[in-house]
Nanobody, 115 residues
Framework: QVQFVESGGGLVQPGGSLRLSCAASGSIFSIYAMGWFRQAPGKQRELVAR???????SYADSVKGRFTISRGNAKNTVYLQMNNLKSADTGVYYC?????????WGQGTQVTVSS
């Protein structure tokens, strides 16, 4: 089992920035990738960004050029720097970890982009 501590969500105006943080603990030795999904009201959960243990990153087309995912010195920590935020980025952002056991999820943090 993997546990997560997520932080950094909040309310921001369009064009603003936020930085999400996620620290995983517990059964982390077999994690090979971590990332962020988001879910807007009435919509399905979608992948936002992902980073492998080797540092390979991938992004949803809608966030390319605006969001950056990175890892901390401790490989069980990931960050999501979100710039030039748009109202369409509003939703609950979930940290997740992929391992040979499958996917574990954090509790989610709310991001609201509104003037």
């Amino acid at each position: 089992q993997v546990q997560f501590v997520e932080s950094g969500g909040g309310l921001v105006q369009p064009g603003g920035s936020l930085r999400l943080s996620c620290a995983a603990s517990g059964s982390i030795f077999s994690i090979y990738a971590m990332g962020w999904f988001r879910q807007a009201p009435g919509k399905q959960r979608e992948l936002v960004a992902r980073i492998t243990s080797g540092g390979v990153t991938s992004y949803a087309d809608s966030v390319k050029g605006r969001f950056t995912i990175s890892r901390g010195n401790a490989k069980n920590t990931v960050y999501l720097q979100m710039n030039n935020l748009k109202s369409a980025d509003t939703g609950v952002y979930y940290c997740n970890a992929e391992s040979d056991r499958g996917r574990d999820w954090g509790q989610g943090t709310q991001v609201t982009v509104s003037s």
